[in-house]
């Protein structure tokens, strides 16, 4: 018997390292990256509806998301809504579903919120209609981040997002800094563009460019690291930075003390060990 409704937490990506190349003739850059999920995780939630039901589609923040941002694009346009609309023209027909969306990965921070909710939703999609179908065509259509995340675990992911190689770590802990600002994606890379001679910082070849476009950034960021006198990375493109920790209780303590003395969110999380749950 089919299946009538599936839930699964969505985690959230950080780039541990990010190496970026010269453009390609189609405009993108190839990248080689260390990325691991952390369990700062959306929540999707995907009912199968009767045969010739319309699709019904709700995105939204949840109550304890850190950063709530005004969420004003179409619905038409969210990531998760295009995985399902890519998954009916693959099949043919079709996959009418209610899509309940509560976020509480940040929008435009560099997390993989919407890559996340897009190889999620292919997940819930072919569960419910039992499809037997290999998604990674898609999930590369939809954006370089999204194979990564419909792989699960953690990985090295390189070219254009399209080879994984599953990385095995111990448990990590972090604290992640989220500004209340976003770091526009193509700007930086344009940026990148630009000054692609300098030198990575902090293993991140995006982080100067991110500097560039976004002039607080760097504020914040130094800030951080004066303060705590501990190394701070940039995730992706920005604007999440993060700083490692030796241990959760480590990690609270120190995410407490940076929202104290400099009033930026601040969030103590860990590397997820599960896949898909």
Wanted: proline share 4%; charged share 20%; net charge negative.
């Amino acid at each position: 018997m089919a299946r009538e409704q599936v839930h699964l937490s969505v985690p959230a990506k950080l780039n541990l390292t990010l190496s970026v190349g010269e453009p390609l003739q189609n405009g993108m850059h190839p990248i080689v990256s260390k990325m691991v999920r952390i369990d700062m995780c959306d929540e999707l939630e995907v009912t199968r509806l009767e045969e010739g039901a319309w699709s019904r589609y709700a995105v939204m923040w949840k109550d304890d998301a850190p950063i709530q941002s005004e969420i004003d694009w179409p619905i038409t346009s969210d990531l998760a809504v295009l995985a399902h609309r890519a998954l009916e023209t693959l099949v043919g027909h079709p996959l009418p579903v209610q899509m309940k969306l509560e976020k509480r990965i940040p929008v435009g921070g560099g997390l993989g919120g919407g890559s996340a909710d897009a190889a999620a939703m292919l997940l819930a999609t072919s569960r419910l209609f039992q499809l037997d179908i290999s998604q990674v065509k898609i999930a590369k259509e939809l954006g370089s981040d999204v194979p990564f995340f419909l792989n699960g675990g953690h990985a090295t992911v390189s070219g254009i997002g399209e080879n994984i190689v599953p990385l095995v770590i111990d448990q990590m802990h972090f604290v992640v800094i989220l500004p209340e600002y976003r770091c526009n994606t193509e700007q930086v890379y344009k940026a990148f563009d630009v000054l692609q001679k300098e030198n990575a910082v902090h293993g991140n070849d995006l982080l100067l460019p991110a500097c560039s476009v976004q002039l607080q950034l760097c504020k914040d960021m130094k800030a951080v690291e004066n303060f705590t006198q501990k190394e701070v990375h940039l995730s992706g493109s920005g604007s999440t930075f993060f700083i490692i920790c030796d241990t959760t209780e480590h990690a609270k303590t120190l995410a407490l003390q940076i929202t104290k003395k400099t009033g930026l969110v601040a969030i103590a999380t860990q590397s997820c060990k599960e896949h898909w749950r």
